[in-house]
């Protein structure tokens, strides 16, 4: 745990999480709860789509590249709820058994006006699958921290 | 099951879903899933930011309200994979219990420039407290739908 505050980001830091694989089971369950279109639970439904299989669903693949860069601890005491997201882009279907990592970097400090205790760093995250380096999503997250 | 296609929308449509109730345990398992913080798996720690109990992680009311969005099954064959969202923002902390529904405008029409066959629309989400009124999420999710 970094335990990191607002102050302690500035625009251009790069951060690479470590990498995460998406099963077959793990897309079924996500769909299943979230997203239960035919191309994330069936084989022959995705082949008919021209994928080789089931592809995850977006918000699945969302959901864990940001805890991969949760998991990178960076701060523990800081953190608020955070406002919101912009961009969010998924480039590539997400196969079972990609393997992922996330390179996030901090684009914008946003200090508060009203409020001197806390800002927003947005940071531009990019999902790239470890064995192509292709980039599969990317999106401009907002975090919301307090000031040292 | 609708089957529409892109052709059958238009800008202003509003779509109202069903509602859906998020449990303590919900909450739980997305947060130990996808966004381990204290203030989504611990209500001491949320009582410390002021939160009567936990709150749900943004991903999960946001992966919540676009599932009701696709139970409305307002297509079949027309569906192809997203190619993303924008604005997403959590105007309030969703506590356990919580009963919520979506309120869904179609805000813009993009046809393919280049591909005849399909056709992206836009459509502004509001994710709404079935009790108080109070606006919970909004997002404007992009669909790619095939022409009819």
């Not at 369950?29 to 082949?47: G, I």
């Amino acid at each position: 745990m970094l335990n990191m505050f607002f102050d302690d980001f500035a625009v251009g830091q790069v951060f690479e999480t470590k990498v995460a694989t998406v099963s077959s089971a793990d897309i079924l369950a996500f769909a299943n709860a979230f997203d239960p279109n035919p191309f994330h639970l069936d084989k022959a439904a995705a082949r008919c789509h021209g994928f080789p299989d089931i592809i995850a669903p977006g918000m699945h693949t969302l959901s864990l590249s940001l805890k991969l860069f949760f998991d990178l601890n960076l701060w523990d005491e800081a953190v608020l709820p955070s406002p919101g997201m912009e961009n969010v882009r998924w480039h590539r279907p997400v196969l079972p058994d990609t393997t992922m990592f996330v390179r996030a970097t901090v684009s914008q400090m946003l200090p508060s006006r009203s409020k001197p205790d806390w800002g927003i760093i947005k940071v531009h995250q990019e999902t790239l699958d470890r064995s192509s380096g292709a980039l599969l999503l990317t999106v401009d997250a907002l975090h919301r921290l307090k000031r040292r």
